[in-house]
């Protein structure tokens, strides 16, 4: 069955990396568009960037542009979120998401990382 | 860019109707998706998709509409443990962004 399995959360000071991962299993995951979506605390879902499965379409919110970047390893079955210049508003629960029809219809979502921002 | 607008919380007895509404500029004529979240922090729930389709796993009891300025997400006859985090989602062309509405928190009392 469709499994997505995030790792790479931790705690991290103002203005350092982290690199988040999601693996799937089931399905090959470069035939989907995939998706992070992230949830602060006491907060709403907050979509964070978006990849298609080609990867000739990458978009990400206004919030994370310019500091995050959304990428694929197709060898280990993931995706990637490489999060520079981290903010404490940053913190949050990261969840990866598996499209359905390539129509941002969000079908499989993974358990979720926790990111803490914090000096 | 474009803005959902949901109501914080709802209430509704067991065995009522809830409606949870998800207003945008002519949402209509987008299409809109719905999750359910029992806790924060647990992986949300695909419930309603392109307006009205239901997942195969999700009860006949939840239903969609989306016309005008309005979406609804409506659940018949609800029971406790539909008491959860209702999302609204949309694809916004024009800016290429996905949108998430605020949130609204079923309790049934």
């Known amino acids: 069955q469709v499994q997505l399995v995030e790792s790479g959360g931790g705690l991290v000071k103002p203005g350092e990396s982290l690199r988040l991962s999601c693996e799937g299993s089931?399905?090959?995951?470069?035939?989907?568009?995939m998706t992070w979506i992230r949830q602060g605390p006491g907060k709403g879902l907050e979509w964070v960037a978006y990849m298609s499965s080609s990867a000739a379409d990458i978009y990400y919110a206004d919030s994370v542009k310019g500091r995050f970047t959304i990428s694929r390893d197709n060898g280990q079955n993931s995706l990637l979120l490489q999060m520079n210049s981290l903010r404490t508003e940053d913190t949050a629960v990261y969840y990866c998401a598996r499209d359905r029809n390539s129509a941002t219809i969000f079908e499989y979502w993974g358990q979720g990382t926790l990111v803490t921002v914090s000096s | 860019s474009y803005v959902l607008t949901q109501p914080p919380s709802v209430s509704v007895a067991p065995g009522e109707t809830a409606t949870i509404t998800c207003g945008g500029n002519?949402?209509?004529?987008?299409?809109v998706h719905w999750y359910q979240q029992q806790k924060p922090g647990q992986a949300p729930v695909l419930v309603i998709y392109y307006d009205t389709d239901r997942p195969s796993r999700i009860p006949e009891r939840f239903s969609g509409s989306n016309s005008g300025n309005t979406a609804t997400l409506t659940i018949s006859r609800v029971e406790a443990g539909d008491e959860a985090d209702y999302y609204c989602?949309?694809?916004?062309?024009?800016?290429?962004?996905?949108?998430f509405g605020g949130g609204t928190k079923l309790a049934v009392l």
């Open positions: 989602q949309v694809w916004d062309s024009r800016s290429d962004h996905v949108v």
């Open positions: 002519n949402i209509g004529s987008k299409t």
């Open positions: 089931g399905f090959t995951l470069s035939d989907f568009s």
